[in-house]
């Protein structure tokens, strides 16, 4: 028995190791990333990066009609941010805040666009847990972030 306790022991010390950890913080970062990056992709004119797509207008304008800000600023600003926070999460530059920045956008797409409770325990919580991770922990050793902190601390010293 108490071998198998030891190997218990060493294989949860190996795997709650800075490096399974940073794993894991690499596939949340992605997931996270391909959530909004999706979601991008709707609100573009095929084979372009940032030409948005003018029925994007339409939809908010009827069917997102909850949103406290006006259609003419919300498309362009939604639009360019499921472009630029992906991006920087799967680069692993400015994790905390592009991570923030998307569960901001899932609260207010929450509140204002899909009100109904019953959403809520679907992607919205998804994408809450999955930015509370990365807020509360960073981008771990695979990112341009700890890359940056190493080049940073070594010009520091």
């Given at each position: 028995?108490?071998?198998?306790?030891?190997?218990?022991n060493r294989l949860t010390g190996l795997l709650s190791g800075t490096v399974f950890?940073?794993?894991?913080?690499?596939?949340?970062?992605?997931?996270?990333?391909?959530?909004?990056?999706?979601?991008?992709?709707?609100?573009?004119?095929?084979d372009t990066?940032?030409?948005?797509?003018?029925?994007q207008y339409f939809i908010f304008e009827n069917e997102f009609s909850g949103l406290p800000i006006p259609t003419d600023i919300a498309v362009p600003m939604a639009t360019y941010a499921e472009f630029l926070f992906p991006i920087l999460?799967?680069?692993?530059?400015?994790?905390r805040f592009s991570a923030l920045a998307?569960?901001?956008?899932?609260?207010v797409i929450q509140l204002f666009v899909f009100p109904d409770a019953a959403h809520f325990f679907g992607w919205a919580i998804t994408v809450l847990a999955l930015g509370g991770f990365l807020v509360s922990r960073g981008g771990g050793l695979f990112s341009l972030d700890a890359l940056l902190g190493r080049v940073a601390g070594a010009k520091a010293a």
């Open positions: 028995m108490s071998n198998m306790i030891n190997l218990w950890e940073s794993i894991a913080q690499l596939f949340t970062r992605i997931a996270l990333a391909g959530i909004f990056w999706r979601s991008y992709k709707t609100k573009v004119v095929e990066w940032l030409q948005i797509d003018e029925t999460l799967v680069l692993g530059l400015f994790t998307l569960m901001g956008m899932a609260l």
